[in-house]
């Protein structure tokens, strides 16, 4: 009976002070590998600022934000406490928090709350993660956000070398929707290693054209690939040469021109040309 309260309710919230209001804070979680079997979770967050603040008398409001994070035992494996003051004024709409957490294997609960203590209003999320195989040929989570560059004149071998700002999956009418994923264990070759990358974008619930140009970006703002419509995916597809490593980085944008506003299936197939293995990862993202 024990355990099974405990799969019910991996996460309680008792130690929140009684609210006026909770809110739903939407997240966004992406995994990379880490050393050994752990894992890099890159956590998106979108905190609703108008509701935590809205009644507050004061010319700065703070909100306390806690993150943590608890293994298939409801252990507490790390925790990240933090907080950040706003004027009224000045928060109207939500704000994106970023938060980066190491992860061990097996599943990981990721329990994040905002809280502002004078208001008595809070939000919050839990999001239950269980990390894939974290050995042999494979590819990240793609990290959705805003248009990925490096410093100027560095190349980037790894994620934390990619300039981005995650998101939540939610991005307005003609801005670049940034892509960042990892490949782990390519075959290489007299030094390095060739694969090809296949993009498929479609709307969701929608059927017959799609009715906008699509376009993949690197990371000097030149087109790779060519764009064709397939089964009512648009398609891009582009071969790959880098230098062999455990681990190589990729990042794009994607210019969708004038898209019209509603939900999208991103599909990235990878093939290793060495090998002839295939993985792919799906997400979904909405313009509005």
């Known amino acids: 009976m024990i355990l099974r309260e405990i ?3 991996p996460a309680l919230f008792n130690n929140v002070p009684t609210t006026a209001l909770i809110d739903t804070m939407p997240v966004r979680i992406a995994h990379c590998r880490a050393a050994g079997d752990s894992l890099d979770a890159v956590i998106a967050a979108r905190v609703p600022l108008d509701s935590l ?7 700065r409001v703070p909100i306390d934000y806690s993150v943590r994070i608890f293994d298939q035992f409801v252990r507490v494996q790390g925790a990240e406490m933090s907080r950040r003051s706003y004027s ?4 109207g709409v939500p704000e994106l928090r970023k ?10 609960v990721v329990r994040i709350e905002a809280l502002q203590a004078d208001t008595r209003r809070a939000a919050r999320a839990t999001v239950r993660f269980t990390p894939q195989s974290t050995t042999g040929f494979a590819m990240s989570d793609v990290l959705l956000g805003s248009k990925p560059t490096t410093v100027a004149g560095t190349a980037a071998n790894r994620w934390t070398d990619v300039n981005t700002v995650p998101g939540d999956g939610v991005f307005d009418v003609g801005a670049p929707i940034g892509l960042v994923w990892e490949l782990y264990k390519l075959t290489a070759a007299e030094g390095a290693s060739r694969y090809n990358v296949t993009i498929f974008v479609k709307r969701v619930g929608r059927r017959g054209a799609l009715g906008f140009t699509l376009r993949a970006l690197d990371g000097l703002g030149g087109a790779v ?3 064709g419509e397939t089964n009512g995916n648009i398609v891009i597809s582009f071969d790959r040469t880098a230098k062999a490593a455990p681990a190589l980085v990729e990042f794009l944008s994607l210019d969708m021109g004038q898209a019209p506003r509603g939900r999208f299936a991103l599909r990235i197939d990878i093939t290793d040309r060495g090998s002839g293995q295939r993985v792919s990862r799906e997400t979904e993202f909405t313009v509005r």
């Open 7 to 9: 799969d019910n309710a």
């Open 53 to 59: 603040v809205r009644t507050a008398q004061l010319d």
């Open 88 to 91: 009224p004024d000045s928060a």
């Open 99 to 108: 938060f980066t957490r190491r992860l061990g294997p097996g599943m990981n």
């Open 225 to 227: 690939g060519r764009a």
